[in-house]
C-alpha cells in the first residue's frame, strides 16, 4: 500500500499550487481521502476532505481557496490551492480511509509560502 504525494514547493503569497496523491495497493475507489497539514511546532490539521462519490468538506481557513478532487480511474486525488498566504506554509499528507477497515497515510510534502 503506497501513497505518494507531490506537487509541494516553494510559492509567493497569492499564488496557485496543485499538489496530487497517487494511490496503489488498495482499491482507491471505495475509499474516502483527504489532506491534512502540519505546520513548524503545530499539530496536524485536517484541510480538506472527499467521499468515494466525490462529496467535499473544507476546513473554514481554506474554504473558498482549495478544491479537492479524484480521479479514480488514475487512483489519485488532488488539492488545487488557491490564494495561498504564509500561514498555508506546512507540509501536507495525503490520506485515505475506509471506516472500520483502513487508514493510510503518505509520506508529505512540502508546502512553503514567502510574503
Known amino acids: 500500500v503506497q501513497l505518494v504525494e507531490s506537487g509541494g514547493g516553494l510559492v509567493q503569497a497569492g499564488k496557485s499550487l496543485t499538489l496530487s496523491c497517487s494511490a496503489s495497493?488498495?482499491?482507491?475507489?471505495?475509499?474516502?481521502s483527504s489532506w491534512a497539514r502540519q505546520g513548524r511546532g503545530k499539530g496536524l490539521e485536517w484541510v480538506a476532505g472527499?467521499?468515494?462519490?466525490?462529496?467535499?468538506e473544507y476546513a473554514d481557513s481554506v474554504k473558498g481557496r482549495f478544491t479537492i478532487s479524484r480521479d479514480n480511474a488514475k487512483n489519485t486525488v488532488s488539492l488545487r490551492m488557491k490564494s495561498l498566504k504564509p500561514e498555508d506554509t506546512a507540509v501536507y499528507y495525503c490520506?485515505?480511509?475506509?471506516?472500520?477497515?483502513?487508514?493510510?497515510w503518505g509520506q508529505g510534502t512540502q508546502v512553503t509560502v514567502s510574503s
Open positions: 490520506n485515505a480511509n475506509r471506516i472500520d477497515d483502513y487508514e493510510y
Open positions: 495497493g488498495f482499491t482507491f475507489s471505495t475509499s474516502a
Open positions: 472527499i467521499s468515494k462519490d466525490g462529496d467535499t
